[in-house]
T-cell receptor, first 111, second 112 residues
């Protein structure tokens, strides 16, 4: 079945810095890749997604890049703020309702 | 606006006892529904999904079962809990395939 790997598993940066979270998947049938954020004590929250017919998507301070050939995604967060401290999950969906999540990247922003 | 509720908030149960966890979605008709399990500090493992009332598909076998008795209700249950069932159970809904999911607050289950 599908496997999704996220790197790094944790990251500590100074407020204002940019961060990059990498995600790779194995199943070439996966076509939809939503990302979620889990802040301490809060619900898992959708933040950005991309489909396999796209290479890039940007919303506010988030940029998601997708390379179908290498089966790789990267989430770039710019101008980080304390509120960005959370666990970030990438996920992959194929042409059915089966969804595979990565293990998460714990991001800590130091003020 | 759509809302998703899960009950109970937390449960402490004995090994071998039965379990029933619930999830209700209000404000959206015929959503796709999902159950996930998250071990402490671990990733989310999809357990079940349902695209319509009365129809539930299993993704992994963990000695759990799920049912969708109403359009807005998703139930996760087992007759006999194992220690390995401890963790955080999340319910989610989506508009349809290919759209983002919206998650409930979760139920923390501790099996002793």
């Amino acid at each position: 079945g599908e496997q999704v790997e996220q790197l790094p598993s944790s990251l500590i940066v100074q407020e204002g810095a940019s961060v990059l979270i990498n995600c790779s998947y194995t199943d070439s049938a996966s076509v939809y890749f939503p990302w979620y954020k889990q802040e301490p004590g809060k619900r898992l929250q959708f933040i950005i997604d991309i489909r396999s017919n796209m290479e890039r998507k940007q919303t506010q301070r988030l940029t998601l890049l997708f390379d179908k050939k290498t089966k790789h995604l990267s989430l770039h967060i710019t101008a980080t703020q304390p509120g960005d401290s959370a666990i970030y999950f990438c996920s992959a969906r194929a042409g059915n309702e089966k969804i595979t999540f990565g293990a998460g990247t714990k991001l800590t922003i130091k003020p | 606006a759509q809302t998703i509720h899960q009950w109970p908030v937390a449960e402490i149960k004995a090994v071998g006892s039965p379990l029933s966890l619930g999830c209700t979605i209000k404000g959206k008709s015929s959503p796709n529904l999902y159950w996930y399990w998250q071990a402490t500090g671990g990733t989310l493992q999809q357990l079940f999904y349902s695209i319509t009332v009365g129809q539930v598909e299993s993704v992994v076998q963990l000695n759990l079962s799920a049912s969708r008795p109403k359009d807005d209700q998703f139930i996760l249950s087992t007759e006999k809990l194992l220690l390995s069932h401890s963790g955080f159970y999340l319910c989610a809904w989506s508009l349809e395939w290919g759209y983002e999911q919206y998650f409930g607050p979760g139920t923390r289950l501790t099996v002793l």
